[in-house]
């Protein structure tokens, strides 16, 4: 199937708090997990992606997990700023290059 | 180093109507797909084209149909236009047929009326 299911819908955090959104996949097929941050207006903007040969990645504040056996990953937003208020998106790519996006996680950072 | 562009920006159309977007992909790509992403949801798949043809496509009526030029932009026209289309329709571009990071432009806002 070439769902791919994201939680929470929205999220309400603290400034300089974890904001965790967590996202599933059915799919064995997939194999690149690219997480998007949206603002309002403007088009999705590739953040972070991982490759299921690897358990996470890091770059600066933003830190992607990946459960390959329970075929979910994650995206960690440490220090979440006021700025990093957006929607996010956790999506999947199998080799037909289709991009299959979850439905986005509304952020806020609360200031 | 320009990124994805996207014209125009926004279009009004009325029901029935045609209407055309266009799309020039990143410096150094070419491959362009096409998303719609209906309010408060995440883009969905339309089609991708490299090499000036369609390479895959989407759950999307024949209505929708593409093309790209030898210098690798791309169009995405729409026919026949029902109240449903209307949408963000975002351009991504991506590097050979395998290309996995794509870049979206900022998107063309379609109201259909």
């Known amino acids: 199937q070439q769902q791919v299911k994201q939680s929470p819908q929205s999220l309400i955090v603290q400034k300089g708090g974890i904001s965790i959104i967590n996202c599933a996949y059915e799919?064995?097929?997939?194999?690149?997990f690219p997480w998007y941050q949206q603002f309002p207006g403007k088009g999705p903007a590739l953040l972070i992606a991982?490759?299921?040969?690897?358990s996470e990645k890091k770059e600066g504040r933003f830190t992607i997990s990946f459960n390959k056996s329970a075929k979910q990953f994650s995206l960690h937003i440490m220090d979440s700023q006021p700025g990093d208020s957006a929607t996010y998106f956790c999506?999947?790519?199998?080799?037909?290059?289709?991009?299959?996006f979850g439905k986005g996680t509304r952020l806020h950072i609360l200031p | 180093d320009a990124g994805v562009t996207q014209s125009p920006t926004h279009l009004i159309k009325t029901r029935g109507q045609q209407v055309t977007l266009r799309c020039s992909p990143k410096?150094?790509?070419?491959?362009v797909s096409w998303y719609q992403q209906a309010l408060g949801q995440g883009p969905q798949f339309i089609f991708q084209?490299?090499?000036?043809?369609?390479?895959q496509r989407g759950n999307f009526p024949d209505r929708f149909s593409g093309h790209q030029f030898p210098n690798y932009s791309s169009e995405l026209n729409v026919n026949a236009l029902l109240l449903g289309d209307s949408a963000l329709y975002l351009c991504?571009?991506?590097f050979g047929a395998g290309g996995f990071e794509q870049y979206f432009g900022p998107g063309t806002r379609l109201t259909v009326t």
């Open positions: 799919n064995t097929a997939f194999d690149y």
């Open positions: 991982i490759r299921p040969d690897v």
């Open positions: 084209y490299y090499e000036e043809e369609e390479r």
């Open positions: 991504a571009s991506s």
């Open positions: 410096s150094g790509h070419d491959t």
């Open positions: 999506a999947a790519n199998g080799e037909d290059d289709k991009i299959i």
